[in-house]
C-alpha cells in the first residue's frame, strides 16, 4: 500500500519530484535564456573586446550551468524512478525474514 500522506491519490514522493522537476526546468530555461542573449550581445559587440569577452564568459557559465541542471535531472529521475521508497526494506511484502527461513510472530 502506497502512502498518500493527505494528497489524494499522488504520493509524497511523486509530489516531492514533480516540485524538484519543475524547479530544474526553470532553471534549465533561465540557463538556455542567457545562452541566448550572450550570443545575441556578442554579436552585436561591433569589435568591442571587453564586450567579446563578457559574453564569451557568460556563454561559458550557462553552459556550465546547463550540464549541472540536466545532470541534476537526470540524477533525481534515476532515484525516483528507479530506486524503491516502499519503507518495507526492499522486499516489498512488509515482513521481516531472520535467518533460518523462519517467520516473525
Excluded at 59 to 84: H, Q, R, W
Aim: aromatic share 12%; hydrophobic share 50%.
Amino acid at each position: 500500500m502506497q502512502s498518500t500522506a493527505g494528497f489524494g491519490e499522488f504520493s509524497l514522493n511523486s509530489i516531492i519530484a514533480a516540485i524538484i522537476k519543475i524547479i530544474l526546468s526553470f532553471l534549465a530555461i533561465i540557463f538556455l535564456v542567457l545562452l541566448i542573449f550572450s550570443g545575441y550581445r556578442w554579436m552585436t559587440a561591433a569589435g568591442n573586446e571587453e564586450a567579446v569577452t563578457k559574453a564569451k564568459h557568460t556563454i561559458k557559465t550557462s553552459i556550465i550551468g546547463l550540464v549541472i541542471v540536466l545532470m541534476a535531472y537526470s540524477i533525481t529521475y534515476f532515484i525516483f524512478t528507479e530506486l524503491p521508497f516502499t519503507g518495507t526494506g526492499g522486499t516489498g511484502t512488509g515482513t521481516i525474514n531472520p535467518p533460518g527461513g523462519g517467520s516473525t510472530p
